[in-house]
């Protein structure tokens, strides 16, 4: 499958770190805890390039946003699942994430939100990024994932696509 290949090509390697750096959670309660569990298997699906697990940890009506550079072919909203895979096919076409870093991930109610830098090569230019700083807010509905707004550092990232 195309879509699995290119996923697993670049997000395989650098998403699956984060399962390895799982943030503890103490004292959550059990929405949280869930919440927080959903995520970050999620992250570790998409790593793998696990599109059925990715599938069944989205809800159908899932909106995924990326903030940032609006030049760049994979900033914008896609909504329901085939418009996330889609928008991944897009992403995947046009970056190579080679790091990763999760340095802080928290979860309260339905709710997760995490932080950390990465790096990568706009394969349009085939430049390198440099290490750029990335946020994530995450929310959870009935043990799937309802909204994945990203926040990255478009400035970085918009130059080297641009070179």
Avoid at 27 to 56: I, L, R
Avoid at 60 to 75: A, K, R, Y
Avoid at 105 to 132: L, N, Q, W
Wanted: without cysteine; glycine residues 10%; proline residues 1%.
């Amino acid at each position: 499958m195309k879509r699995r290949t290119l996923l697993t090509t670049s997000l395989g390697a650098s998403l699956a770190i984060i399962l390895g750096q799982h943030a503890g959670a103490q004292d959550m309660d059990a929405t949280t805890q869930e919440s927080f569990d959903t995520v970050m298997a999620f992250m570790g699906a998409m790593g793998s390039g696990d599109m059925e697990k990715m599938a069944t940890l989205m809800a159908d009506d899932m909106v995924w946003h990326n903030e940032g550079d609006e030049s760049l072919p994979w900033i914008g909203e896609a909504r329901g699942k085939q418009a996330v895979f889609d928008f991944l096919a897009v992403f995947s076409e046009n970056f190579q994430t080679t790091a990763w870093d999760n340095t802080d991930a928290f979860a309260s109610g339905d709710t997760v939100a995490v932080f950390g830098k990465m790096s990568g090569i706009t394969k349009k230019s085939g430049k390198e990024t440099g290490p750029f700083t990335f946020a994530l807010r995450a929310k959870v509905r009935d043990g799937q994932v309802v909204l994945w707004h990203w926040f990255e550092d478009s400035f970085a990232v918009s130059q080297a696509y641009h070179a």
